[in-house]
């Protein structure tokens, strides 16, 4: 069994289906998720930029101190829905509280359809049935409550010294740095104060959940959240920081590779590296720039070695490379070296044709910094999700 | 017949056929052209701000004083082609000028795939077809050679007060602000300095073709000169400057319109308009994060009214918009005001369906500035036309 947020020691996950998207087909899946902590629990969270804020989102940044768990739910974002919007995201967290009898408020996510008041009477026998199954949702059952246009659960749970951290995530479509329409729910037993881990969680977004695309769309929602349950009573201080902050960032990476695999439509994951830059602001930049390219990630899907679409999008960053020192990598193809190299087109077709992970380098020589940077193909599919999402 | 620059007193145009695309296909069309002014002109240019710039742009950029005109190909955009390929755009200026005799440079362009050196034997065969044929190429036959994957040639002529404005222009992927592989050419009969020239070509450029996207992508050819030949000898100064910038604006927002309509794969040409900002820069910045918002695009393809996605769009700008002051319009359907109103789904898609140019317009009701953006839908096409560009 793939171990998620469920097998943090002092975490308990219940699933419940309410119904809440409206829909003829039928779901096989659970569209509530409850997580409860043992005890009152330290937290950070990290929320999306966007200026259009969902209920959820406003609601759970106004939490402070501890907290006693999470609250969730696909089908509906409740997001644009206003006054109304807000009572229903506070109401969420009450009927969780009351259910449990916990003492500390809960942190809510919502994710689905835009613009649609949230169904509470169904969102309510949702939570109702969770509540119920509390500690039944194991392995990746919590990540499958919140999955939407997902094809599949994403989970990831790794050993540290004398802890470990454990997490959900989900998200296809409308991902881009500063998150997307994207959920991570993450747990760990280290005891690690609130300040702590919020700056671990901002530093390990940075390189994992903000160094992807999908699509360059950035939804309402997003949010990524995580709590100490203190079990293993591992203290988390300045002495082992980075390494705590290294097995949240495997976690937080092995999420984002996941979202990235099940891109809407996507067939393929290119992993953009850029090396040798002046500054870590530039290498990120241009890998930003080529993974968020239309023309690069149709090439990609055509398994078309097409190095001057990935040197004119790495140009248009504008960020001051120079032509004659630029080496790029396709796989351990050199394909351009101040100019095109003389490689051969078939073997670079078939090393595309043959892998479902791709990696694209590219050496600016103009210093020392790197990035990486994860993207998908655009594809014939990726269209038609999107243009019949709702027809 | 569609006027364009030919039709500028004072201007010659020859197209030629060199064979300059390699390709079994026949192709029915000119891949050279050359403009030639009865006098040395003025003149001004835009070019792309991609750091990585093709030779013919690095040429062009370095002529200063007056000019004879313009030689440009297509089927090779004589791009990351190094020392060599700033010697074939040097070439190509010297052949041209050897043919029509004339004293003053000639500007030069290219389009077409990156990256391969030019066929200089070929070029010059059509360099001297052009010249031959110097005069006979008239209405959108100058557009028809600097073609590479348009459907149409594009052309825009209009009438001031005592002078013309005529131009050509092509481009249908690839396109964004700070331009795209895009090339226009634009002439005016009327006298005007070239500073004069540069300043109302710079103002007219970022409402026209810096305001248009089809894909988000810049490439390293793009470039839009402007030559005065001052034939009507109507002189253009501070007292008339905005008469002429005014006209010179109405022809290049109508090429931009053209290269949008053209847009790879596009059915549907949408215009974002962005009203009530604190300020141009804010709503320009909204106008454009909507009009590149791969959700949005596949929804129009899909006449799928999902205003959702356009306020998440909006949000995503990061610009301090307000959820409950936006209103939000497709077409004269009113779908969102501060939440969703009850609009009926069936009559937009219905608007949707039916027009092959849409209006989205949104009110911020925080200031009086806005700003218009054109942009297309994504389709299968377009992936189709990108996935097998080479293949």
Not at 11 to 18: L, V
Not at 149 to 161: I, L
Not at 262 to 284: C, L, M, N, P, Y
Not at 333 to 349: A, N, P, S
Request: glycine share 8%; hydrophobic share 40%; charged share 25%.
């Amino acid at each position: 069994m793939k171990k998620g947020i469920a097998e943090v020691p002092g975490i308990a996950c219940g699933t419940g289906f309410g119904g809440i998207k409206r829909t003829e087909k039928k779901v096989d899946r659970p569209d509530t998720l409850v997580v409860v902590t043992d005890e009152p629990s330290n937290f950070a969270a990290v929320f999306t930029t966007n200026d259009i804020q969902a209920a959820p989102v406003k609601f759970s940044k106004s939490l402070k101190g501890k907290i006693n768990g999470i609250v969730a739910n696909s089908g509906n974002a409740n997001a644009c829905t206003g006054e109304q919007g807000l009572k229903d995201a506070e109401e969420m967290a009450r009927i969780v509280s009351k259910l449990t009898g916990k003492e500390k408020p809960f942190l809510v996510a919502s994710t689905g359809v835009i613009g649609e008041p949230l169904p509470m009477d169904r969102v309510k026998k949702g939570i109702e049935e969770a509540v119920k199954n509390l500690g039944k949702a194991k392995g990746e059952e919590p990540a499958r409550a919140i999955m939407t246009t997902d094809t599949f659960p994403k989970t990831a749970f790794r050993e540290g010294n004398g802890f470990v951290i454990g997490g959900i995530a989900k998200g296809a479509g409308m991902i881009d740095p500063s998150m997307a329409t994207m959920l991570s729910f993450v747990a760990t037993d280290a005891k690690v104060s609130s300040e702590m881990l919020q700056r671990a969680l901002k530093e390990a977004v940075d390189v994992s959940f903000n160094a992807i695309t999908v699509d360059g769309d950035m939804s309402t929602n997003d949010c990524v959240f995580i709590l100490s349950t203190g079990k293993s009573e591992k203290i988390i201080d300045d002495s082992n920081y980075e390494e705590f902050k290294e097995v949240l960032t495997a976690v937080l990476k092995e999420l984002a590779y996941q979202i990235v695999k099940d891109g809407e439509g996507a067939t393929k994951v290119a992993r953009i590296v850029v090396k040798g830059a002046k500054t870590t602001k530039q290498a990120r930049a241009i890998a930003r720039k080529i993974a968020l390219s239309p023309l690069v990630k149709t090439a990609i899907f055509g398994c078309d070695p097409n190095w001057g679409r990935i040197i004119a999008a790495a140009g248009a960053a504008s960020t001051g490379i120079e032509e004659e020192k630029v080496e790029l990598y396709i796989g351990n193809y050199l394909l351009f070296k101040g100019k095109r190299t003389d490689f051969i087109e078939e073997e670079v077709f078939k090393y595309l044709k043959e892998n479902d992970e791709i990696v694209i380098k590219l050496y600016l020589n103009l210093g020392n910094h790197s990035f990486e940077y994860l993207t998908c193909d655009l594809t014939y599919d990726y269209v038609k999700i999107n243009a019949e999402y709702r027809t």
